[in-house]
């Protein structure tokens, strides 16, 4: 209200009605939609002065009492408002989409100056609508604004018909949307999901409840409905019977998940932060996201590069297009100098005489990068963009659409710098992922294919385009096995059959702890975590994967 103001107050139109629908009308100010107060004022003659309360209120008043009078008097309303077209046929799809009855307006009082509209002067009211399913009672509001000749009319809105009601929407009853606080999300198997017991999850079910409670399945409640200009209804303006069941199926499991949530706290971790994602490798479905650490959920929003887990791209890059198999040789030194640069390996590690399957097993980085360095020697600007290209198009890295929101991957080529090349090799230089990505990463090897991930069940999965050889997705496992049986994985996963995987330790600089990726698979699952400051995968993200690969 207005300082100062002094809120004036009419007394509640009363509508009588007939067997008929609207009947005789008695109240003298709207008669055959006609009405007594001054001519409306010409929309380019508005004076900045506000009308005052009496005046405010015997137009509000002349407006309510011809839409309270029903049908035969809305153009007699519409003649109250400085928008007579738009208003008459408002107030019509108002009674049609209401299937409305009777329509009643008590505490109709002045409040002042407009909040909202200059040069307006505000009324309120009670809103009392028999309508299909019920009685509906609101508080309503409008502006009224005058000319420079102080002829008044009611600036028109769709707010006047109902508050929350902008440009575009209608109000209908049935049917009525069902909201996020009404939904339960549960897993595949319809165990419920919830926060409490999976903290992990809090934003996620969140983000599902919001984006797809439209779809949620149960019985729809019914009430009054906000409807858009396609006839979808938007949100809940009144409820008669309240929406049940509601449920969101996703694509999780919550066996997993409880293990998940375990294994990113893991006791080797010391308390660091953890991400884990958990994939289907035979259909791209996400079945557990975990994370731990004040970082957030860096499981699918993490942004940070995966050091030597990385050359399961790698590797398939030079198969696809160096030409080179698991038996290629490349020997292991403990450094390598590239265009004046030293790159070297964790623990100076060597083998002179060694394959590219024992330079994976051992995780050598100069063995990598000296293949890398090799294979488009003769041609750099190649090799600039072959590892982007194989992660794009073979391995499906891009901008995916799971059913929440995730942090894209970087795969772009390097610069035109030789040393650029080399650290992407190795996962360093402009690469920077999730566990989601690395999850679908290993899931693409397991199942020679990548299937893209999604959260909820039916979601649109973009294919690869140009997918995986079979050969080359042999190869790849034929190097994962091996690595999970005998190489740098095998002290968490060497005794898992049908296992293979990939470790990585990623640097920071700038004197941070090393992060530690694990990347691993069985017959049925694709594993990925990541541990901020973990140092070496095996003994920080490696117990991770294991925890959840045990328990699949």
């Known amino acids: 209200m207005n300082r100062g103001a002094k809120a004036g107050v009419i007394g509640t139109c009363v509508v009588m009605l007939t067997a008929g629908g609207y009947g005789a009308y008695h109240i003298v100010s709207a008669v055959a939609g006609t009405s007594s107060a001054a001519p409306r004022p010409a929309a380019t003659a508005l004076s900045t002065t506000p009308p005052s309360n009496d005046n405010a209120l015997k137009r509000a008043q002349s407006f309510l009492d011809s839409w309270h009078a029903g049908p035969d008097h809305y153009a007699g309303a519409a003649s109250d408002t400085n928008d007579p077209t738009a208003a008459q046929t408002a107030l019509a799809g108002y009674g049609t989409g209401l299937k409305l009855t009777s329509v009643a307006f008590s505490n109709v009082a002045a409040a002042g100056l407009s909040s909202t509209v200059t040069g307006a002067s505000h009324v309120t009211f009670t809103v009392t609508a028999q309508i299909a399913g019920g009685t509906w009672t609101y508080p309503g509001a409008l502006d009224v604004v005058q000319s420079v000749g102080g002829n008044t009319s009611v600036r028109w809105a769709p707010s006047v018909l109902y508050p929350k009601l902008t440009p575009g929407q209608t109000l209908a009853t049935g049917p009525i949307p069902v909201s996020a606080s009404d939904v339960t999300v549960t897993d595949n198997k319809g165990v419920e999901l919830t926060a409490a017991q999976d903290p992990s999850l809090g934003d996620i079910l969140n983000q599902l409840k919001t984006k797809f409670a439209a779809k949620a399945t149960g019985t729809s409640g019914s009430g009054v409905a906000v409807v858009d ?324």
């Open 229 to 552: 200009s396609t006839g979808t209804a938007v949100a809940t303006a009144q409820v008669f019977t309240p929406p049940t069941g509601a449920k969101i199926k996703t694509t999780l499991d919550a066996k997993l998940q409880a293990q998940a949530e375990l294994g990113v706290k893991d006791a080797h971790l010391a308390g660091k932060a953890a991400g884990v994602v958990a994939i289907d490798h035979s259909n791209g479905w996400i079945k557990a996201i975990a994370y731990s650490g004040s970082q957030g959920d860096i499981a699918i929003n993490g942004w940070s590069a995966p050091g030597s887990t990385m050359k399961i791209i790698t590797a398939a890059t030079l198969i696809d297009k160096g030409g080179l198999n698991p038996g290629s040789p490349a020997p292991c030194t403990p450094n390598i100098l590239v265009a004046g640069q030293t790159f070297q390996n964790v623990d100076n590690e060597q083998a002179k005489a060694s394959t590219m399957q024992d330079a994976f097993k051992m995780s050598c980085n100069t063995a990598f990068i000296k293949l890398m360095d090799n294979a488009w020697n003769s041609n750099p600007a190649e090799g600039f963009t072959a590892q982007s290209e194989e992660a794009a198009n073979v391995f499906g890295l891009g901008n995916w659409s799971i059913g929440v929101a995730t942090m894209n991957p970087q795969v772009k080529p390097s610069n035109g710098s030789r040393n650029l090349r080399a650290a992407d090799a190795i996962g360093q230089g402009n690469i920077a992922v999730s566990p989601l990505v690395m999850a679908s990463v290993g899931a693409t090897v397991a199942n020679s294919g990548f299937m893209q991930p999604i959260l909820v069940p039916g979601l649109a999965q973009t294919p690869a385009s140009s997918p995986i050889s079979s050969s080359t997705a042999a190869d790849l496992r034929r190097m994962m096995v091996a690595t999970a049986q005998g190489g740098t994985a095998a002290p968490r996963v060497g005794g898992m059959s049908g296992v293979g995987a990939k470790t990585g330790t990623a640097e920071i600089g700038n004197g941070q702890p090393n992060n530690g990726w694990f990347v691993a698979y069985d017959g049925k699952l694709s594993v990925a975590a990541e541990v901020i400051g973990g140092l070496r995968g095996v003994d920080s993200a490696g117990y991770v994967v294991a925890d959840i690969l045990r328990n699949d």
